[in-house]
């Protein structure tokens, strides 16, 4: 049997972050929550240039375990430790320095939704189904992570997830501008991995940039987009771009 946790694997410029509970559809208990940013950094401080975040098996996940709720998120004190484990969860893959891509297929619900809201980039199979069921539990969704659904669909359709508490499938979220890309289930591997050996090939730096500019765009801190901007200029990446365009050549940038 698979051990259950929250694991990581490199493989070259390209590192995983795999959700693994499949008994329950890789729900996350407090402890699993708690080990995400400790997993993302673990691919910050390599020489990874990509994190992938996806699910065990043929599911993303189902959020959080609520088989502990009962005990971990029983009252209102007890509720805040929990929610700030979540919290954590979601701003360690939003403010990841690397572009991080969501594999989902299968279930993506709940803290799941909101951990594949805080990648940047989301790429689902045909089979993936889609809700935010707070309103089921009588619990409010974290507000930062409700920036991230704002951010991911726009505030009507975040709305009507939160409203409904419905499922949705992968062609209603792509229209909602959740997702990048719909594919087979047969296909979701070559073109995940088609995409992050395209970014993990450009400037580490100009991807750092870029992110901390969106989230300027978006009311972040405008100060550290313009620090991350200008170093792009006194790097050696941007000379070897120079190089490679005269040379017509590849550029081979090193993230220096």
Not at 62 to 72: K, Q, R, V, Y
Not at 101 to 125: E, P, W
Not at 146 to 172: C, P, W, Y
Not at 230 to 252: I, L, V
Request: hydrophobic letters at 45%; proline letters at 4%.
């Amino acid at each position: 049997m698979k051990e259950i946790g929250v694991h990581l694997v490199k493989s070259g410029a390209v590192a995983t972050l795999t959700l693994r509970n499949p008994q329950k559809l890789n729900a996350l208990s407090q402890n699993l929550w708690e080990a995400i940013p400790r997993r993302v950094a673990e691919a910050v401080n390599s020489d990874a240039r990509v994190l992938i975040v996806t699910g065990d098996g043929k599911n993303f996940c189902a959020g959080a375990d609520i088989g502990e709720f009962d005990t971990l998120r029983a009252d209102p004190e007890t509720a805040r430790l929990y929610e700030a484990a979540n919290d954590a969860a979601f701003a360690a893959l939003r403010n990841c320095p690397l572009p991080v891509i969501a594999k989902v297929q299968g279930i993506c619900f709940g803290g799941g939704f909101g951990l594949a809201a805080a990648c940047d980039l989301r790429i689902a199979a045909e089979n993936a189904r889609f809700s935010v069921p707070a309103a089921r539990l009588g619990l409010a969704y974290p507000v930062e992570a409700m920036a991230d659904i704002v951010a991911s669909v726009g505030a009507q359709n975040a709305k009507h997830l939160l409203f409904t508490a419905e499922r949705f499938n992968a062609e209603q979220m792509a229209d909602m501008g959740f997702l990048n890309q719909v594919v087979t289930a047969e296909r979701l591997e070559e073109v995940v991995m088609d995409l992050v050996t395209r970014i993990a090939d450009l400037a580490p730096l100009t991807h750092r940039a870029t992110k901390a500019a969106i989230a300027a765009a978006l009311g972040g801190d405008i100060a550290r987009a313009e620090r991350l901007g200008a170093d792009t200029f006194d790097s050696s990446d941007y000379a070897e771009g120079r190089a490679a365009f005269r040379e017509k050549r590849k550029p081979r940038f090193t993230g220096r």
